[in-house]
């Protein structure tokens, strides 16, 4: 338990590294697709790391190790997306549209994945079987059971949990967005003199 702690207490001094090296500069939208760009390359590492339907992939998943390079990049992508949106000061109307747009995104993900899961076990018994095991079924409950399998990794890590990571961090973001609104006057301007 403890090292968990550690790595939530490094993963957000890294975050907070980040933010004061890019500072002002986070909110450009060069970085902030440099940011995307980079989880999306731990995605497809993610997937890479992934073993066949058919084969054993001993024991422990070392994909599990991005996790925490993850959690640092979404810290700073809600940092960003909410530097980046808050200036535009969209209503809240505008704002909730766009969070039941992300949700029902979500909610549409959710049921790809269930999909692709029953798929993923499927293809993990047909391969068994082909190869001649006689339990096969027991073996693919066994392997796709949790996140410690290498089978689960290409389950985890595509297109689609890519898409909905980035909307969990919009959703952050824009919720970030209708908890702290901008105020409704605007900025103090100095008058020109001459």
Not at 46 to 73: E, K, M, Q, R
Not at 94 to 110: D, N, P, R
Not at 120 to 130: N, V
């Amino acid at each position: 338990m403890l090292i968990f702690i550690l790595l939530g207490v490094m993963a957000l001094f890294v975050c907070g590294v980040i933010t004061a090296a890019l500072g002002t500069r986070m909110k450009h939208p060069g970085v902030l697709i440099a940011n995307l760009l980079l989880i999306g390359a731990i995605f497809w590492l993610g997937n890479a790391a992934s073993a066949a339907p058919g084969s054993h992939s001993g024991n422990g998943n070392p994909g599990l190790i991005l996790v925490f390079p993850l959690g640092a990049l979404v810290i700073v992508l809600i940092g960003q997306l909410y530097a980046w949106a808050r200036p535009r000061r969209f209503r809240p109307i505008v704002l909730a549209a766009l969070l039941i747009g992300l949700i029902a995104h979500q909610a549409a993900g959710f049921e790809l994945q269930r999909i692709r899961y029953s798929g993923l076990r499927e293809r993990i018994i047909e391969a068994m079987t082909a190869e001649g095991m006689r339990d096969a079924r027991s073996f693919a409950d066994a392997v796709t059971s949790g996140p410690g399998s290498m089978h689960m990794n290409s389950h985890f890590f595509h297109l689609n949990t890519y898409l909905m990571f980035v909307g969990w961090a919009a959703i952050a973001a824009v919720i970030l967005l209708l908890v702290f609104p901008v105020s409704a006057g605007r900025p103090h301007q100095e008058e020109d003199l001459a």
